[in-house]
């Protein structure tokens, strides 16, 4: 065993309400003392922690990062050690849970002791991914795990290996308890060279698969719950395990381990397989997981997406359109095709092209198709609330019927009227700030104007860490969207010197603006994206220049800025004189009214009656995109009134998918968690910096001095969660 420095060990007791008592205190006094014995302490950091739940166990080893993982619960027969219920019963840990929790450790973990009852069903799983592991065969007294412990880590101190620890930890518990070790304790390790040792009845290997190096790493993200997404998904993975390394979300853990999980497998993984239905392509985790695999793509040029069309043949809606459209297809329509898919995924992931071109899906599944879903309605029929319904997710059509007109929404479009003028959109997440921007958008093009539409989540982090690619990139996509020829480099050839802001507003000025007849509105989204970039000043800096030389250049004129932000502007640029958000026309969009509900809630067809939506503003505060998708939830028939309020906060609820999405992209940024249970708790949050993302993540908001949830759901989620 090598010797480091110091070691982490970590003592966690799970000790839930009815079952026995144990003695924490003695056990971590003990062990201390076998590392004092052998002056050896020092060496040493002993940490010791109650973990009520499974989520405590899987929160507590990520933050302390041990060497050493000790367990000591009481075991519930052959469904192992046991954690506490949200009912405060004891509840087993399965091996699957620990299995999956441990297989992200396998870098950081030597060791785990599972000191407890019939624990050695889940010592087998965990020895997929730990080198040792020691679990107990069958019932083990409180003495009797106590000797064995103690004997076990006078060895470590003394800086033997593993091996020899567990044989002295069995000889300490035969002599001080009475009990044959060949009965009890368990020692699991992975294949290696043993010198100078007799391995004993109790010592196992584990190799084979676990040991093996597949040929390549797959994740399959897919819509969970849904048919056929579920089948498939769980055939794809039956189909392609038994020659590569396959992740899939069905043994994955809830909460902060959960997440884990799926970061750690789309960061190592060389193909993302995406199935795409009418339900998954609405579904924010699905798109979380399309949108992490492409910048991760564009970091370290892996993973490659292979998407699959689950009997769905609508074009994709922005922004999974933009990063999917040009990527090659496989297709699936029934069950008949599942052996071809896999087929063609085996060959894809082998290196040959999926069966469908790009210029097949322009023309078969990116443009629009002619014919009508529906039959078109008699002069005396009208269609049905079924045939009416919309999708709560993403932009709203131009045409839908349920789309919310606010008084920003007048003050917008009348704007967008003049000529040369500067609209900054303000609002947290699904708010429909981009819904506003299209139909700003709209407008203009009906005024003869060119509108170009800009979403600056597509900058990667390497364009935003580099001014010098950024503003290349920017232009050049300018000179795309505009239909114009690329001249970027001979700008930057000539003018670069000058630095990139000036470089860029001269290929602006007098390349873009010069070579069109018409007015153009430069429509931004997600400009928030440029938060951490070193040199967001100099470029919001640049926009405000823009529109002050409208008064002096009147070439200017012929260009409109709307800016859309979740983020509080004076983030993005502190000098108030250099910002391009505290000009022109300023709209912050907020919450819909209890009117607005009502509203939104006849052109259902009254789903909620008045007391109902009462009570739903009550748990989603107006929220814009969860009133919708409430109303679409039950206006379709698909939940009942009465089970939506029961299940509203539950993990495979209605909001399921929205609430682990929010989960994802707080869960590795502590100072959120901090802040959020800071503002369940004490309904305040000190440090603004994290006020304001989490304000931009529409999670929180201010209620005159005091900081609350953005809504009574999220905080029933959140505090389940993160533990609050």
């Not at 979380?288 to 009997?311: C, D, G, M, S």
């Given at each position: 065993m ?8 970590l003592?966690?007791a799970a000790n839930p ?5 144990l003695?924490l205190?003695?056990?971590v006094?003990?062990i201390?003392e076998?590392?004092r ?25 990520f ?6 993982v ?11 050690i046991?954690?506490e219920s ?6 087993p840990v ?11 450790l396998?870098?950081?973990v030597?060791?785990?002791l ?10 087998y799983?965990?020895?997929e991914?730990?080198d040792?592991?020691i ?9 009797a795990?106590?000797?064995f412990a ?10 033997q290996?593993y ?9 300490a518990?035969?002599m001080?308890?009475?009990?044959e070790k ?6 699991l ?8 040792l ?12 676990t040991?093996e ?10 819509k969970?719950d849904?048919?056929?997404?579920q089948?498939?998904?769980l ?13 899939i979300?069905?043994?994955?853990l809830?909460?902060?381990g ?9 960061k190592k993984?060389?193909?993302?397989i ?5 339900t998954s ?9 399309v ?8 970091q370290?040029?892996k ?6 069309r689950?009997a769905?043949?609508?074009p994709?809606?922005?922004p999974l359109s ?7 297809w496989?297709?699936?329509q029934?069950?008949n ?8 995924l ?10 469908i071109?790009p ?8 443009e629009?198709?002619?014919?009508e879903?529906?039959p ?11 045939q ?13 019927n349920?789309?919310?007109t606010?008084?920003e ?14 609209i ?17 958008m ?7 104007k060119k ?11 390497t364009a935003?860490s580099d ?5 290349r990139?920017?232009c050049?996509?300018l000179?795309?969207k505009?239909r114009?020829p690329?001249?970027t480099?001979q700008?930057?050839?000539d003018f670069?010197?000058?630095?990139n802001?000036?470089t860029?507003?001269?290929y602006?000025?007098d390349?873009l603006l010069?070579?069109?007849n018409?007015p153009i ?16 000043t ?12 409208r008064?002096t ?13 979740s983020?509080?502007?004076y ?5 108030l004189n250099q910002?391009?958000?505290?000009v022109?026309q ?7 009214s209890l ?11 009254n789903?909620?009656s008045q007391?109902?939506?009462?009570q739903?503003?009550?748990l989603?505060h107006?929220?814009?995109y969860?009133?919708r998708?409430a ?15 029961k299940?509203?906060?539950d ?16 869960y590795?940024h ?9 503002v ?8 603004e910096r ?10 929180i ?5 005091k ?8 905080r029933l989620?959140f505090?389940e969660h993160?533990?609050?």
């Amino acid at each position: 065993m090598s010797s480091y420095p110091q070691k982490t060990i970590l003592i966690l007791a799970a000790n839930p309400k009815k079952t026995a008592q144990l003695r924490l205190d003695e056990e971590v006094r003990e062990i201390e003392e076998g590392l004092r014995r052998s002056e050896k302490l020092s060496s040493f950091i002993i940490k010791s922690r109650w973990a009520k739940r499974t989520k405590d166990i899987q929160r507590t080893i990520f933050e302390e990062k041990p060497q050493i993982v000790h367990f000591s619960s009481h075991g519930a027969g052959e469904n192992g050690i046991v954690c506490e219920s949200v009912l405060w019963l004891a509840k087993p840990v399965g091996e699957n849970a620990l299995s999956e929790m441990f297989s992200l450790l396998a870098e950081q973990v030597e060791c785990v002791l599972l000191n407890a009852c019939h624990s050695q069903k889940q010592a087998y799983a965990i020895a997929e991914h730990i080198d040792t592991v020691i679990g107990m065969s069958q019932e083990v007294g409180e003495r009797a795990a106590l000797k064995f412990a103690i004997g076990f880590y006078d060895a470590v101190g003394k800086e033997q290996n593993y091996s020899f620890a567990y044989e002295q930890g069995c000889a300490a518990m035969a002599m001080g308890a009475k009990i044959e070790k060949s009965l009890t304790p368990v020692l699991l390790q992975k294949a290696r060279p043993i010198t100078n040792l007799e391995i004993s009845p109790n010592v196992a290997t584990v190799s084979d698969e676990t040991t093996e190096t597949k040929s390549a790493r797959i994740f399959i993200s897919y819509k969970r719950d849904v048919i056929p997404d579920q089948n498939i998904a769980l055939e794809l993975y039956q189909a392609l395990e038994q020659e590569y390394d396959v992740a899939i979300d069905r043994k994955m853990l809830v909460g902060t381990g959960w997440q884990e999980w799926i970061e750690t497998q789309l960061k190592k993984s060389d193909f993302l397989i995406v199935l795409l239905s009418e339900t998954s392509v609405k579904s924010e985790m699905v798109m979380r997981e399309v949108e992490k695999a492409n910048k991760l793509a564009h970091q370290q040029n892996k993973p490659q997406i292979l998407p699959v069309r689950l009997a769905y043949e609508q074009p994709l809606q922005y922004p999974l359109s933009e990063y999917l459209d040009p990527i090659n297809w496989a297709v699936w329509q029934d069950d008949n095709d599942t052996s071809n898919l896999i087929a063609e995924l085996q060959k894809a992931i082998a290196g040959e092209e999926l069966p469908i071109s790009p210029e097949e899906i322009k023309k078969k599944l990116i443009e629009p198709i002619q014919t009508e879903k529906f039959p078109a309605p008699t002069p005396m029929a009208q269609p049905t609330m079924a045939q009416t319904l919309e999708f709560p997710e993403g932009t709203i059509d131009l045409e839908s019927n349920f789309y919310v007109t606010r008084e920003e929404d007048a003050v917008a479009l009348a704007t967008i009227q003049q000529q040369g003028v500067t609209i900054t959109i303000k609002g947290p997440r699904q708010m429909g700030k981009s819904s506003l921007l299209i139909r700003i958008m709209n407008a203009a093009r009906e005024l003869n104007k060119k509108a170009i539409f800009l979403d600056f989540q597509f900058f990667d982090k390497t364009a935003l860490s580099d001014a010098d690619l950024f503003y290349r990139q920017f232009c050049r996509w300018l000179s795309i969207k505009l239909r114009l020829p690329d001249q970027t480099e001979q700008w930057w050839q000539d003018f670069g010197l000058m630095g990139n802001p000036l470089t860029c507003t001269f290929y602006v000025q007098d390349y873009l603006l010069t070579k069109l007849n018409n007015p153009i509105v430069m429509a931004m989204d997600e400009v928030e994206s440029m938060f951490g970039s070193p040199f967001r000043t100099d470029f919001f800096g640049m926009l405000r220049g823009w529109h002050n030389s409208r008064a002096t250049e009147p070439i200017w004129k012929q260009l409109d800025l709307a800016l859309v932000t979740s983020t509080e502007p004076y983030q993005l640029i502190e000098d108030l004189n250099q910002s391009p958000f505290n000009v022109g026309q300023v709209l912050e969009l907020k919450d819909f009214s209890l009117e607005q509900m009502d509203d939104l809630n006849q052109r259902h067809d009254n789903p909620f009656s008045q007391v109902q939506l009462a009570q739903l503003m009550d748990l989603l505060h107006g929220h814009p995109y969860l009133v919708r998708k409430a109303m679409h939830l039950v206006a379709s028939k698909r939940i009942s009134v009465e089970d939506f309020f029961k299940r509203s906060s539950d993990e495979q609820g209605p909001f399921g998918d929205h609430l682990r999405y929010h989960l994802s992209r707080v869960y590795d940024h502590d100072n959120l968690i901090n802040g959020l249970l800071q503002v369940f708790n004490t309904e305040n949050c000190c440090d603004e910096r994290v006020f304001f993302r989490l304000r931009g993540a529409g999670l929180i908001r201010r209620e005159g001095r005091k900081v609350v949830p953005r809504c009574e759901l999220y905080r029933l989620y959140f505090q389940e969660h993160l533990g609050g």
